[in-house]
């Protein structure tokens, strides 16, 4: 079985910086407020907190270093795609 292919839409490296996402900067940024964010929420002792943190950490510097190194981001949001369909169901349900 062969990986599914995820699209991507070709971007220019040297804008990386510009990578919409905060109001301070490029999405570096972004992944280090969320790992801050998560080791606060470590340190109270709130694990959910914490773990979505560090999801979102991870998200956030994989599309900074892609859009870094290779010039590339994800063309559409696997999780957007889920979203929507969790609530498409819900709507079946009420």
């Known amino acids: 079985m ?3 292919k995820i699209p991507t839409k070709a971007i220019d490296k040297g804008k990386y910086r510009l990578y919409p996402s905060t109001s ?4 570096f940024n972004k ?3 969320f790992y801050r964010g998560m080791r606060r929420a470590l ?9 979505l943190e560090a999801v ?3 998200i956030s510097a ?33």
């Open 2 to 4: 062969s990986p599914t």
């Open 24 to 27: 301070s900067g490029h999405r």
């Open 56 to 58: 979102h950490c991870a």
């Open 62 to 94: 994989t599309d900074a270093l892609l859009a870094y190194a290779d010039g590339i981001r994800l063309a559409t949001c696997p999780l957007a795609s889920a979203g929507e369909k969790t609530a498409e169901a819900q709507r079946g349900w009420m």
């Open 31 to 33: 992944a280090q407020d």
């Open 43 to 51: 340190d109270e002792g709130n694990w959910n907190s914490a773990g």
